[in-house]
């Protein structure tokens, strides 16, 4: 079964940056679509950004615009979210998602983002 593995998370105070990424454990499927989504306890899993493996296109929920961005490695199997100017709302568990061809959901375990006043 495939796994997504998510790396980067931590502990960063106001202001700071960090750099997600996500791999798949194996490369098995073709991906359509790579995502970042995150959840703070209590609230409902959110969309931060996407990013269309097709044509290159990304979209952006407007809380992060400006200061996050979406990229890709060259090979179109890994997806990293630049995290800048974090703010203490930014604050939650990160989840990747990759869509498949054939509109199946893999998601990441999940990593903590934590971000201090």
């Known amino acids: 079964q495939v796994q997504l593995l998510e790396s980067g998370g931590g502990w960063v105070q106001a202001g700071g940056s960090l750099r997600l990424s996500c791999r798949p454990s194996r490369n098995t499927f073709s991906i359509t679509v790579m995502s970042w989504y995150r959840q703070v306890p209590g609230n409902q899993r959110e969309l931060v950004a996407a990013?269309?493996?097709?044509?290159?296109?990304?979209n952006y929920t407007d809380s992060v615009k400006g200061r996050f961005r979406i990229s890709r490695n060259s090979a179109r199997d890994t997806v990293y979210l630049q995290m800048n100017s974090l703010t203490p709302e930014d604050t939650a568990i990160y989840y990747c998602?990759?869509?498949?061809?054939?509109?199946?959901?893999?998601w990441g375990q999940g990593t903590q983002v934590t971000v201090s006043s």
């Open positions: 990013f269309n493996n097709i044509d290159g296109s990304t």
């Open positions: 998602k990759f869509r498949s061809r054939t509109k199946n959901d893999y």
